[in-house]
């Protein structure tokens, strides 16, 4: 049977997950429950407040789901019901945000689409069914899978502690996916608002704007009219409620008109149904099923009542080979999505969320919604702005948003083949619009030139040819570009003259550098006198092994420019070594020692020091620990000093610090490697 399939394939993949770390992690996770913090403080006035919140959250979020699950995603309607009441309840229980709402979002429904292979095989006809019925039943199993899988993968970055991936996804790749997101999401409500059917427009966006062009001379005025008016409906709903936040005191008839502008969207769609139901009562000809004219108005169709909880989809190799960069799209944008919503609502309502916790809470919503056959939900922040704007005080309004959910889908579906398809265009385009940043661009000129290229990858890539290639090469030039810069960092080089007898340092005028550094006396510019120089170089980054090779030659070259007999190596931004970086200061110091100099070094670090020492650099280079100093001017009186009592020996006496360099027997320098065989000679042969 279709469930023992299942629960065979969930098994497997239990088994192939390796879950024994998981599952201990699991455990130890049960007593925690978020719900645990705030239930036992529940009262009548948190209950109060919790009721108003999930009431307006409830009538917004009906309207927001039928939309974005039949124009978006290109399912039937009545997966959006579906898909916004179970994830919901179950964050109740795990969430630790008071305002995050979860359920169907605009981005969510395009990555199901784009990977579920949706498209068009559930649209309906002028009579209102659906054509390819079997093709309809395939998507819509795909999209429930992307719920199970998108939500397993959260789940286990949960448990593992893997929130940290979504930093690599940087602001400029992630904006420029949203950008296209909002372009592509609003221009596919364009053939609604038109009353051009979705069977003769293709989902790629180039395509899409070809097909609505070439099929202007079918465009039906009843939704055009509809369409217009709904969106300055819906423009003005929003308007007034903006209106009333700016009272600081409200009376009950401002409550009410917050209240109206709150749950705008859900007033549209009544006035939409209305002037549908009032259509058909006049005239058949005016709705476009049965009849199909330029001059009937497009409404939604037949949506069946009551939930329809079947055998779950089953999962085989072939569905998860077919899902697997979709659920780690779904996976990944969700949280992403989802957490930035909860911390942005944190911190202006004073608390804290735990972003793992948010990873377990959307994992468990997402899998539990599988199975009433949900696809992917995350976070929404327009319905979570409204829920904080309402008072909500706990997540347990999501119980009620559920329940008002649950209740139009067992008695409210037959009012809502009523609804015109071009109210729910105008609903979602002025929703996505918003998410359209158009400034960015022009703040990364400003500020980051090259950081427009990620931001322009990730945008034309999943504009043109697809979410998971945009944000792929986004995000992969974007780390190129990180690794460039972590590769080439800046050194800084300065020189100091070494003035007085013997070259005994004088004191050390303290000032501002161009960086906001003390330069302590530092010229940045070779010296043109013959006095004895210290060369102060400030490394501009982690000793990592593209660093060596470039950062030995500018060393260098800085000596050659003056007469050089002590130098400080700062290693004040130097936080890691690697073996290639220790190799190249091996040979760097070697190097300062046969042109003569002294070596010390200023500012190691905890961590840059216990890789010196477990390298036994110190011993190796015939130094101590006392040879690095607290500060630069610290380093630079030690070398100078140093430098002046070498300069004061007989060469036969003076110390290995200043030795040339030794030959191994082959002629050549020797290397790191080498030097574990040699150590008692203190140099690298």
């Known amino acids: 049977s279709d469930s023992a399939s299942f629960t065979r394939s969930m098994r497997t993949l239990h088994f192939h997950l390796g879950s024994t770390a998981v599952m201990e992690a699991a455990l130890q996770y049960l007593p925690e429950l978020p719900i645990r913090k705030w239930l036992p403080k529940y009262n009548a006035g948190t209950l109060r407040d919790d009721m108003i919140a999930g009431l307006t959250v409830g009538l917004m979020v009906v309207p927001q789901s039928l939309a974005y699950a039949s124009s978006i995603a290109g399912l039937r309607p009545e997966q959006g019901l579906y898909s916004s009441w179970a994830g919901i309840m179950v964050y109740m229980f795990l969430g630790t945000s008071k305002d995050v709402t979860l359920g169907p979002t605009a981005i969510m429904s395009k990555i199901t689409a784009d990977n579920a292979g949706t498209e068009k095989w559930c649209a309906t006809n002028s009579a ?42 940087s602001y400029p790749v992630l904006t420029g996916f949203t950008t296209s997101a909002a372009l592509t999401i609003a221009w596919g409500q364009v053939h609604s608002l038109l009353g051009l059917s979705s069977r003769i427009i293709r989902r790629p966006f180039q395509y899409s704007v070809h097909d609505v062009f070439t099929n202007l001379d079918k465009v039906k005025y009843p939704d055009i009219i509809m ?40 007033f549209v769609v009544v006035f939409g149904i209305v002037v549908v139901r009032v259509c058909v009562a006049t005239s058949d000809d005016i709705v476009c099923s049965p009849k199909l004219s330029k001059h009937c108005l497009t409404d939604e169709g037949h949506i069946p009542a009551g939930l329809k909880i079947g055998a779950p989809p089953s999962v085989t190799g072939t569905n998860i080979g077919q899902l697997a960069v979709g659920a780690v799209l779904v996976a990944l944008i969700g949280y992403l999505e989802s957490v930035a919503i909860a911390s942005a609502f944190a911190r202006s ?8 916790q948010e990873l377990v809470a959307i994992g468990c919503s997402n899998i539990v919604s599988f199975f009433v056959g949900s696809f992917p939900v995350t976070g929404s922040f327009s319905r979570t702005a409204v829920n904080s704007a309402t008072g909500v005080a706990t997540p347990a309004a999501g119980l009620i948003t559920g329940t008002i959910v649950l209740v139009c889908i067992q008695f409210l579906t037959p009012l809502m083949r009523y609804i015109s398809k071009a109210s729910l265009g105008a609903i979602i385009i002025v929703s996505v619009l918003k998410m359209f940043n158009w400034r960015l661009p ?15 990858l990730s945008f034309f890539g999943c504009t043109f040819f697809g979410i998971e290639y945009g944000i792929s090469a986004g995000a992969i030039t974007n780390m190129l570009i990180m690794v460039y810069f972590t590769a080439s960092p800046t050194h800084t080089i300065m020189w100091r003259d070494q003035k007085g007898g013997g070259g005994v340092m004088q004191s050390i005028a303290e000032g501002s550098a161009s960086n906001g550094d003390s330069n302590n006396g530092l010229k940045a510019s070779p010296p043109d006198t013959g006095d004895a120089k210290t060369v102060v170089c400030k490394i501009g980054g982690s000793m990592l092994y593209p660093v060596g090779k470039p950062w030995k030659k500018t060393l260098k070259a800085s000596m050659n420019e003056c007469h050089c007999s002590a130098v400080v190596l700062d290693f004040i931004h130097v936080a890691r070594i690697d073996y290639t970086g220790m190799q ?45 100093s607290q500060s630069v001017s610290a380093a630079i009186a030690a070398a100078e000093g140093d430098a002046l009592e ?7 006496t003076q110390p290995l610090l200043r030795s040339p360099r030794r030959k191994n027997t082959s002629g050549g320098a020797t290397t790191f490697g080498d030097a574990e065989a040699k150590a008692t000679t203190g140099v690298i042969q």
């Open 128 to 169: 209102g069914v659906v054509e390819h019925l079997t093709e309809c039943d395939r998507v819509t199993d795909n999209a429930i899978l992307l719920c199970l899988f998108g939500g397993f993968i959260n789940l286990v970055m949960g448990l593992l502690h893997l929130g940290f991936v979504i930093d690599y996804i």
């Open 227 to 266: 369409g217009l008016t709904c969106i300055l409906l819906t423009i003005g709903c929003q308007k007034l409620k903006q209106r009333m936040e700016k009272k600081k005191v409200r009376n009950h008839i401002q409550n009410v008109l917050w209240f109206i502008g709150a749950a705008g969207n859900f």
């Open 349 to 356: 309502n004073g608390y804290e969320i735990n972003t793992t």
């Open 442 to 456: 022009l703040q990364l000129w400003k500020v980051s030139k090259i950081d427009l290229i990620p931001w322009a």
């Open 584 to 628: 190249s200061l091996f040979e760097a110091v070697e190097d300062a020692r046969d042109d003569g100099a002294v070596v010390h070094f200023a500012n190691v670090g905890p961590v840059a020091n216990a890789v010196l020492s477990r390298a036994d650099f110190w011993t190796k280079m015939s130094m101590s620990e006392s040879a690095s």
């Open 646 to 652: 070498a300069s004061t020996m007989p060469s036969e």
